[in-house]
T-cell receptor
């Protein structure tokens, strides 16, 4: 079955610390991968996405993610977090070339950055 | 232009009642999606429209749930005989063209449904 796993449910960091949020997927074919972010009181926004090509993807606000096919992973990273990065982060996957365009989401990781 | 909008932002109803949730996609987006998000969970797919037709309704939990998109723009999610377990945030998303390699879904703010 198709699934996305996020193993870190709640992460607390101090400002300037480095961030890595794990994401693993289980899919039967080629996938597109996404990270969405939800800031407090706001709706889901796209942070970055991977479709093909360079497995290291750079997104907004200094975030990046690396697609490692052999590990079925798409971890999110940021070298130095800010208080404004406090939010919930969702990893999502979508099968390519199929009849449906639906996204499969992980359960989310709540990040709290302390000033 | 404007993003995806959803109305109402909050809906409180009683068990057994009928509710309608509305989604206005980004202008020009042909694909529209409904998801449901329960507390502590990620969004779960319900149904996806390409134009006026439902291309994939495999996520609808049962026949109390139904969605329409009669003119290929605005969509309405309809829930009959609501149950307490239907309480959740209902999210709508739209994309320019479903299935395209570079297609990205843009989400609305959601409708929080509470069934008492």
């Amino acid at each position: 079955a198709q699934s996305v796993s996020q193993h870190n449910h709640h992460v607390i960091l101090s400002e300037a610390a480095s961030l890595e949020l794990g994401c693993n997927y289980s899919y039967g074919g080629t996938v597109n991968l996404f990270w969405y972010v939800q800031y407090p009181g706001q709706h889901l926004q796209l942070l970055l996405k991977y479709f093909s090509g360079d497995p290291l993807v750079k997104g907004i606000k200094g975030f990046e993610a690396e697609f490692i096919k052999s590990k079925f992973s798409f971890n999110l990273r940021k070298p130095s977090v800010q208080w404004s990065d406090t939010a919930e982060y969702f990893c999502a996957a979508r099968g390519r070339g199929g009849a449906t365009n639906k996204l499969i989401f992980g359960t989310g990781t709540l990040l709290a950055v302390q000033p | 232009g404007a993003g995806v909008s959803q109305t109402p932002s909050n809906k409180v109803t009683e068990k057994g009642k009928y509710v309608e949730l509305r989604c206005d996609p980004i202008s020009g987006h042909t694909a529209l999606y409904w998801y449901r998000q329960s507390l502590g969970q990620g969004p779960e797919f319900l149904i996806y429209f390409q134009g006026t037709g439902a291309a994939d309704d495999s996520g609808l939990p049962n026949d109390r749930f139904f969605a329409v998109r009669p003119e290929g723009s605005v969509s309405t999610l309809k829930i009959q005989r609501t149950e307490r377990g239907d309480s959740a945030m209902y999210l709508c998303a739209s994309s320019l063209m479903a299935g395209g390699a570079a297609d990205t879904q843009y989400f609305g703010p959601g409708t929080r449904l509470t069934v008492l």
